[in-house]
């Protein structure tokens, strides 16, 4: 069964950043495409970014790209979204995803492990 942990959330200015990391446990890691996802209050689940783990290949939210980054360390089983120029409307509990998988640009429905999430906000 695979187990993810998220951490790294807290509360940051504007413009600030945060590093958010994921810790993988339970399966071989370094056969999962694993996503970050978020949710702000009152709105759906939403899509931020995503990575695999052969050939890297990266997917980025319109809304984050040129500012977030996400990156895995296969040796750690950890992945990470570093989180820069932050804004308000980024503030949102974001969860940390698995999918058995090679491929990417993966939907929110195909991921089928999830961490209970961590809080982002973002004052202005």
């Known amino acids: 069964q695979v187990q993810l942990v998220e951490s790294g959330g807290g509360l940051v200015q504007a413009g600030g950043s945060l590093r958010l990391s994921c810790a993988f446990s339970?399966?071989?890691?370094?056969?999962?495409?694993m996503g970050w996802f978020r949710r702000a209050p009152g709105t759906e689940r939403e899509f931020v970014a995503q990575?695999?783990?052969?050939?890297?290949?990266?997917s980025y939210a319109d809304s984050v790209k040129g500012r977030f980054t996400i990156s895995r360390d296969n040796a750690n089983n950890t992945v990470y979204l570093q989180m820069d120029s932050l804004k308000p409307e980024d503030t949102a509990v974001y969860y940390c995803?698995?999918?058995?998988?090679?491929?990417?640009?993966?939907?929110?429905?195909?991921?089928?492990?999830w961490g209970q999430g961590t809080q982002v906000t973002v004052s202005s």
């Open positions: 995803a698995a999918k058995f998988s090679i491929l990417i640009d993966l939907k929110e429905d195909d991921f089928n492990y």
């Open positions: 339970g399966r071989a890691f370094n056969t999962y495409t």
């Open positions: 990575i695999t783990w052969i050939e890297i290949k990266l």
